[in-house]
């Protein structure tokens, strides 16, 4: 992998590990990246893993605005939290949106398309 994709998968591997919204298997792949590409393994095949156990857990739009509308979704960011992330998830579904854009998720999807494993989202 050439140094320039290296710095740019590093750059999103570091925005997924500072993103409170990141899973702990997001943040579990991400960190056993860093582990791996420090530890000077093959880079390829360290990012090929991660890619891989990013790709399995992905937020869809339709899931994000199931999660927000719900009573466990107003639980977990008030009343006026969840109204909000379901009109802006509701926008971007009908911009053509795919995927959740929250901290966590962004590099995620940022990375999946880099690497030619997903389509670009609207954001992209």
Same mark, same amino acid.
């Not at 960190?31 to 857990?57: C, E, F, M, P, R």
């Given at each position: ?32 990246? $860093?582990? =791996?590409? +420090? %530890?000077?393994? *093959?880079?390829? @095949? ?35 939290g969840a109204a909000k992330m379901l ?5 971007? $579904?009908? =911009?053509? +949106? %795919?995927?959740? *854009?929250?901290? @966590? ?20």
């Open positions: 992998m050439d140094k320039q994709l290296l710095d740019y998968a590093a750059s999103k591997v570091d925005e997924m590990l500072a993103a409170p919204s990141a899973s702990e298997e997001t943040k579990r792949a991400a960190q056993a990246w $860093k582990d =791996a590409v +420090a %530890k000077g393994n *093959d880079a390829d @095949a360290a990012t090929n893993t991660l890619l891989d156990a990013i790709s399995a857990h992905q937020t869809t739009i339709d899931d994000l605005i199931g999660f927000v509308g719900s009573d466990t979704g107003k639980q977990v960011f008030g009343e006026e009109a802006h998830s509701e926008e971007r $579904k009908k =911009a053509g +949106a %795919k995927f959740c *854009d929250c901290a @966590a998720c962004r590099p995620c999807h940022e990375l999946l398309h880099k690497f030619g494993r997903e389509e670009a989202d609207v954001y992209l």
